[in-house]
């Protein structure tokens, strides 16, 4: 098999060694698979189809995690995560959004979510971190719903 970067992998300038490195191989090869010169399977799936073949993958995920196998498990992990980004390549060539602008609202998202971490009342348990999660999860529901 030949490593990224070569005539065989078109999508891709070098072997991927970081985890961003492999993060944008991956992203770089859903953009390939959707292109002129990719795969016409993947070129006709939508974003939505892409979100439906992302909860299977999730579930067999689960499947995974459950028979405790690591490597079967990060084979799921990586099938799910790559069939996401395709979702998202998908978005963004439907003119949803961006996987960029995806990514900066899921870590906003994410801070805002963790004020018991990030903010100054801290969660002294798991109990009071996800009551404060929910508080928080709710307002937002409320505010984007008014």
Known sequence: MQSPGSPLYPHWHKHPETESDWFEAL????????????????????????AHFAWEEAQEMDEAFTQSSASHAAEEWGDTFFVLLAAAVAAEQEGLFSPLEALERA????????????????????????????????????????
């Open 27 to 50: 992203l770089s090869l859903a953009r390939y698979l959707r292109g002129p010169s990719g795969c016409p399977w993947d070129q006709q799936q939508t974003a939505r189809n892409f």
């Open 107 to 146: 870590h906003a998202k994410m801070i805002r979510r963790h004020a018991h971490v990030f903010g100054d009342e801290k969660a002294a348990s798991p109990e009071e971190a996800i009551a404060r999660w929910n508080a928080i999860k709710a307002e937002e529901k409320a505010h984007n719903n008014a």
